[in-house]
């Protein structure tokens, strides 16, 4: 049977944003060692906008062949891109054979000619200088660079920026305050990841986690420091909530992510992570 005690705080949580799917989640909760989060959608709003793009050529057209590309992406970078073809009043042309990577990036036709955008790593060709410098200021900012390419040739790099939420800091500091670690796994770049730790005081980084990975990278948590509860909103953190020893879910986030955690913050609070804990603690330590 479930302890009266642990009936109560789910209800008190409820009606404080937090949604307990199972009861023994508050328990395994004040065991944790580490919380480690998902950058995009978690620790940052998760809208993301298009803050510049350098092209070899026109760079309208470059921006209207890959928004054309990106409208076809569920990826919140895609409606960043496209919001910014919009914002510019392009006309998209049509795109065929679209393909998504997850955590890499998108391939295409567009007027029968293949283009490619991604991260660094996704693409095939070299960057010229002048692209090269442009992407390491962009990246110095904390933005998210990505890099495209038309027939094997370079095309264009963008900046993607996402602001962090207004209230991860309070929640980054209130952890560590309560003697946890706090850590972040994102599939974002080097540079990205390492802006937004530094902004917010998380010591612990791993970034460029692909997808498939990241449930792995909470298993190496765990064995470096103990019990890891893993916050995130995206299809691709499904495998990190599951594996996690709590799993808690953005209620902002995907259907896929809320049903792979445990808990779900309804409003897509942050803080709703520090209001667990503390029922958690509470409550563990009324029944011991
Ligand atoms: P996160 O873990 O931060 O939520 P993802 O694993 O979803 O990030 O994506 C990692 C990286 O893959 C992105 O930063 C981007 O470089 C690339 N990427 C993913 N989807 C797209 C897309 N639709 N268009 C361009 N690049 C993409
Ligand atoms: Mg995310």
Known sequence: AVPVSIMVSTGRASE???LFRRGDALQRMQEAQVVAFDKTGTLTRGKPVLGGIAALGAEDEALAALAALESQSEHPIGRAIVA??????????QAEGVTAIPGEGLT???????????????????????LESQAAAWEN?????????????TLAVLAISDEIRE??????????????HPAMVTGDSQAAAQHVARELGIEHVRAEVKPTDKARAVEELRAEAGAVIFA???????PALAAADVGIAMGSGTDVAMEAA???????????????????????????
């Open 16 to 18: 404080l944003g937090v």
């Open 84 to 93: 910014g073809a919009e914002a510019r009043g392009l006309t998209l042309p």
């Open 108 to 130: 295409g036709l567009v007027g029968g000619e293949e283009i490619r955008i991604g991260n660094r790593a996704f693409l095939r060709c070299d960057l010229p200088p002048e």
């Open 141 to 153: 900012e904390g933005a998210t660079v990505l890099y495209a390419e038309k027939l094997n040739q």
């Open 167 to 180: 209230e991860t800091r309070a929640v980054i500091a209130a952890l560590k305050a309560r003697g946890l």
């Open 232 to 238: 995130g909103d995206g299809i691709n953190d499904a």
């Open 262 to 288: 445990e808990v779900v913050l309804i409003g897509g609070d942050l803080r709703g992570v520090v209001t667990a804990m503390d029922l958690s603690r509470r409550t563990m330590s009324n029944i011991h």
